[in-house]
């Protein structure tokens, strides 16, 4: 009898051990406040909001450093919302405030910027503005932020830290997450979330992956200087078209032969402008491309190589070469690494909020993100969010002129981005992380 009793005791000790309950009671906790962060974003009301906000952004493109309208916009649903915020930063850029004041200060990002490209979807809210189009998504993710601070707000005495959001300018080549860091305004952060809206997973899906997930890139442009002439004489000129092919066909050799071919590198020349007759041998060829690697080390052997590669090929053919890397904007952008432990507590709250099976591992891609300016100050996560619908055709993509987002995922962004500042303040404060 005394035995048994100590038995029950003894199990009911263990039952009730702090940290298992502890434990529990977040990953309960987790589970009501996701599902109650995603119902209020799913409302009528909040979604038509958030997808109004987008279509207004996405009907008045503006490119890197000119989001003068997206900046205002932002500002005054800040303002209607009764939200604090900074600006400008980095020109164009809106920071807000929500919370304690104090720390642990989260930030949640989204860039404003579009592309210079033609809009070529048909419909409603189709770009005004002739060359330029959000065919990258930075509207929805504007939309998006805009939800989780409302959500965020409606919570704001709840909050055991601070959240800024980081509205930021310029992502698409010009290094605006670089500005705003240059601009102070991110000091007190010390970890940082992004999404980023993918057509290649089904809608609602979550995904990303811990350690390098994008590339490290830059760009470069290369002027071959010759001396121009007629095109029956070569003898008299210093032909740089050739010099030119030459020095293009040599960089291919730069990762084919002199890389790991088990680590990712590229070189790509996407550009070539040289002579205007075929009678005449011009002054001077210009070529450009982008360069990327998934570490930082390659991505300064790339760099080193194409100058030497393309300087020696020119000398070959007794011109000159002039390279232009850019390095003022400044480029290349770092390589984009996840950090592990805000990887893993961001999959947490994605698996909460959208159940384990539509939480996926993103492959590496070779694609880039300034968001990696942040990554190299703060711990810094990025995920990605599907919006492939077969029923809207939102399967193009990103920066195709016939990119589509299903809208119908902007509930679960916001509340993603909410939850995941939340309980990370919640596990800051029990130290569980
Ligand atoms: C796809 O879009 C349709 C139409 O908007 C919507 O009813 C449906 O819920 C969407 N599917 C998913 C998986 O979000």
């Known amino acids: 009898m005394d035995l048994l009793l100590c038995l029950l005791l003894s199990l ?36 038509e909001w958030m997808r109004g906000v987008r279509r207004r952004i996405h009907e008045y493109p503006e490119i890197g450093f000119e989001e003068h309208k997206t900046s205002e916009l932002i500002r005054a649903e800040l303002d209607l919302l009764g939200i604090e915020y900074k600006w ?24 404003m910027d579009a592309l210079p490209l033609q809009e070529l979807v048909e419909w409603e809210h189709k770009s005004k503005i002739d060359g330029k189009m959000h065919a990258c998504g930075h509207d929805s993710h504007v939309a998006m932020l805009l939800g989780a601070a409302k959500l965020l707000h409606g919570k704001r005495d709840q ?13 698409e080549g010009y290094a605006g997450a670089y500005h705003m860091l240059q601009d102070g305004a991110l000091d007190d952060i010390n970890s940082i979330f992004a999404l980023h ?20 890139a830059g760009l470069f442009s290369a002027t071959i ?14 032909d740089p078209i050739l010099a ?16 790991n071919p088990l680590e990712a590198n590229v070189v790509t020349v996407g550009l070539i402008e040289g002579g205007q007759a075929g009678n005449v041998i011009p002054e001077s060829v210009k070529f450009g491309g982008t360069y990327r690697s998934l570490t930082s080390e390659g991505l300064s052997y790339v760099k080193q190589r194409i100058k030497e590669v393309i300087e020696a090929q020119a000398a070959v053919h007794r011109c000159r070469a002039v390279l232009d890397f850019k390095e003022d904007t400044p480029l290349p952008y770092p390589v984009m690494v996840n950090d592990e432990a805000l990887y893993e507590h961001a999959k947490k709250v994605g698996e909460s909020l959208v159940g384990p099976s539509n939480v996926q591992l993103l492959p590496v891609s070779t694609g ?16 990605t969010l599907g919006i492939m619908n077969d029923t809207v055709k939102s399967d193009q993509p990103l920066h195709s002129p016939y990119f589509v987002i299903d ?15 939340i309980t990370f303040f919640d596990s800051h404060v029990v130290g569980t992380d």
Not at 159 to 171: D, I, R, S
Request: a negative charge; aromatic letters at 8%; zero cysteines.
């Open 225 to 238: 200087e010759g001396k121009g002439g007629h095109a029956a004489a070569p003898h008299m000129t210093k």
């Open 88 to 111: 400008p930063v980095a020109k164009t850029g809106v920071v807000a405030t929500i919370g304690s004041g104090e720390k642990p200060f989260f930030g949640l990002r989204a860039d």
């Open 407 to 421: 809208e119908e995922a902007f509930p679960i962004g916001a509340a993603l981005h909410a939850a995941v500042a």
């Open 159 to 171: 909050l055991k830290g601070t959240v800024k959001l980081v509205f930021q300018p310029g992502e």
């Open 12 to 47: 009911t000790i263990f039952l009730h051990q702090p940290w298992a309950a502890l434990e529990a009671d977040l990953r309960s906790d987790m589970g009501s406040l996701t599902r109650e962060l995603l119902e209020s974003a799913k409302e009528r009301e909040f979604f």
């Open 244 to 259: 030119a092919v030459f020095a293009i066909l040599a960089l291919q050799q730069i990762v084919s032969r002199e890389t």
């Open 197 to 216: 809206v993918l057509p290649l997973i089904p809608s609602g899906v979550i995904a990303s992956r811990p350690g390098p997930v994008l590339a490290g």
């Open 368 to 383: 880039a993100e300034d968001f990696s300016f942040f990554s190299q100050k703060s711990a810094a996560a990025m995920f």
